[in-house]
């Protein structure tokens, strides 16, 4: 069952926000963009669309936000996550801001506390430094809410 979530960013190709394999939930990559915009919290555009300035830490934190809307609009919990990628266009200057927001997302004894594995790449399709693509797992499949109407 593929999932589209009206509240994560548009993706910027033709495939879904995420898509059901039994008790598996599969999340595409997810970067910090608001949804019906261009605007990329912690990023400032020359006019030739370059970045100029970027703060890591608000990237994370609108990219760990649209990432969880994806999981909650598919019908699982963010207890369920438990395996992150994260994509990094500058390890040596992005890594402990990255770690710093990544920690308060999965903090504490009852946090899920996924595996995570953490590569520099040399680009992201638009202009971010952080994208997101994490695996739940949730025993039975997605739980029926609002948002997901009948679990298949």
Not at 87 to 110: K, Q
Request: glycine share 10%.
């Amino acid at each position: 069952m593929s999932v589209e979530s009206d509240r994560a960013p548009e993706p910027v190709g033709p495939y879904p926000h995420a898509r059901w394999a039994g008790d598996f939930l599969y999340v595409s990559g997810v970067g910090p963009r608001q949804r019906g915009t261009s605007v990329i919290p912690g990023v400032e555009l020359d006019e030739a669309g370059r970045i100029v300035a970027a703060d890591i830490r608000a990237q994370c934190e609108s990219c760990f936000a649209n990432v969880k809307a994806v999981v909650e609009d598919a019908g699982a919990e963010w207890s369920d996550v438990f395996d992150v990628l994260a994509f990094l266009t500058h390890m040596d200057r992005d890594f402990a801001g990255y770690n710093e927001v990544y920690a308060t997302w999965f903090a504490g004894p009852d946090g899920p506390r996924p595996t995570r594995t953490t590569v520099e790449i040399g680009a992201l399709p638009t202009p971010i430094a952080v994208e997101l693509k994490v695996v739940c797992y949730r025993a039975g499949g997605p739980i029926k809410t609002a948002r997901t109407g009948e679990a298949s």
